[in-house]
């Protein structure tokens, strides 16, 4: 069965209307292209649809049948559309975004209220993840797209670079570590460490930049949670290697940060979608913003990106990596 949206408007308007010149007229249509339209809806149904006879049109049983369903049909559809078009109209719809945890927990908040400030009819949904959960969400359309770590080299994946992301060495305040005239591979491997789970990116990164130094990450702790080894480092169980952009690592008297003088310790930062894949205007709209926010702040200081919402709207600004 082959019927189209034309002949069910055209049905709907001359039961609407009440005859086909009225009809025909509305639709701005031949009364004869209607009657057309009319007959094509009655073989494909198989039936008659109206009565029709110099003086009057009458639904038939099965006209009566139908009615009701055209008009569901019609309104759900027109309404589909209307949603389409405000859509591109304005953003709005529900934004889903996979995320590494430093990053949920760190920028992207305070983005977001800035963003809804503007935008109220666009919510949102964070699913924080490690890197390799992260690209199976996006791989399997869970989410609008992803926030993890560069170096993806999947075929069906594009990525959009956003920034860099120093990592630190997070260390109790007074301890020996604050006072090294370097925080090399090689002298931070002699205190004991407090590294993170080896599913994490944080530690992949870690590892690597040890085995470029010739060294091996051994460590005295691990922990899965950011928190959790930042509440490690705080009891004397040892030294944390954790983004600067983590909100863990602040908001404590107790701890200090600073750079590792290691080029290996910084990680690339990128939006990470499904190749070849169109996103809503709102997600599209979003990732402009979150891609701004990175580039005015990269341009001031070269650092990644660090989101605090300050007299109503959002002011990137760089991470600290000094110990403070």
Known sequence: MDVNLRQIRAFLAVVGLGGFTRAAGALNISQPALTIRIRQLEDQIGLRLFDRNTRSVQLTRVGQELLPVFQRLMKDFDGAMADIREFSEEPRGTIRVAVLPSFAAGPLPALIADFRARNPRVSFVLKDAVGKRVLAMVRNEEVDFGIGVGGVDEPDLDTIDVCEDRLVL???????????????????????????????????????????????????????????????????????????????????????????????????????????????????????????????????????????????????????????
């Open 170 to 324: 997070v260390y109790p305040r007074g301890h020996a570590a604050g006072e090294l005239p370097l925080a090399s591979v090689p002298v931070i491997s002699q205190f004991p460490l407090v590294l993170m789970d080896k599913d994490t990116s944080v530690r992949r990164l870690v590892d690597e930049a040890f085995a470029g130094a010739g060294s091996i990450a051994t460590p005295a702790c691990e922990a899965t949670y950011m928190s959790t080894a930042v509440s490690m480092v705080r009891a004397g169980l040892g030294l944390a290697i954790l983004p600067a952009s983590a909100i863990e690592i602040r908001g404590f008297a107790d701890i200090a940060t600073r750079p590792i003088d290691d080029a290996g310790f910084v990680r690339r930062i990128v939006i990470i979608k499904r190749r070849g894949s169109s996103l809503l205007p709102a997600v599209e709209e979003f990732t402009k913003v979150l891609l701004a926010a990175a580039n005015s702040c990269t341009a001031t200081s070269g650092a990644c990106l660090n989101v605090e919402v300050q007299d109503g709207g959002a002011e990137a600004l760089a991470v600290g990596v000094q110990g403070q």
